[in-house]
């Protein structure tokens, strides 16, 4: 890795607008890592390290965010509102924001934040936060403040990644941050909920239903329906759902096969219906969706 340097961040400044007219400025230090369309496909990576400083007043919101992203407090302090649950992090706690996800981040009690987002990806990122008992979990305890930031201040030198070993070394630092973060969550959730996970993610490309998986749990979809809500805050159908779309995303930006076998890919036997579904998840065509990532 000789030929990387302490990597370069891009400066940014983004502007934020709420219904009433009030809007928020935040300027970002960038740092992309998986952004970069040279990299190998690989199972699990860093999309990006955003470093923000918030001051009194400043916010910003995701609506249906596309990445699965760790809020890191660094100083100061951070409130983040999702389906109307209001949390309050600090240095020591992190929130995840997971993909689909509707968020608001504003300044804390403090009156400031100085904080890092870490998005992840990849095709075991799914099966990893389901394992970690990370999937059901939006605020935690971090184990280690200080272990996480070494992790990161690595990650970054991956901004400026150049050869297949670069990537897959990021890779490997991707997956023990991710165990760095999980390392203070010890419950563990229902088995049936476990279960159900598992049977959605090996099915992706089929067309399961409800009745269907709780009949393999033998328990009423009441019960399945009861797990899910508790704990994901969202049905069995819904979840599945955002999995498929979630497969069609990766699938759609980094390959190029044409919509038809990528409806096919995740279960779909009718295009068209697909179609309309991923316009309804994600607010825009495959195709448009597509273009945009490339």
Known sequence: MKHISDGIPKIRATTFSKDDGNTSRVYNRLYEIGLNKSFPPL??????LLYSNFKKDTWYSHINYENCAVEIPLEGNLRLIQAERSVIISPGSAYIIHKGSDCILETGPAGFCRKVSVAFDGELLLPLLIKLHLIEKTDFQLNSL????????????FSECASASDFFEMSALTYRLILELAGEITESQPENLTRALSIMNQNIANALTVKGIAAELKISQMTLNRLFLTHLNKSPKQYFLEQKIRKACALLKNTSLPVKAIAEQIGYKDSAQFIREFRKTMDRTPGKYRTEKQ
Request: a positive charge; hydrophobic letters at 40%.
């Open 146 to 157: 200080s272990e996480c930031k070494k992790l990161i201040e690595k990650l970054k030198l």
């Open 43 to 48: 199972p699990l990576y860093t999309v990006f």
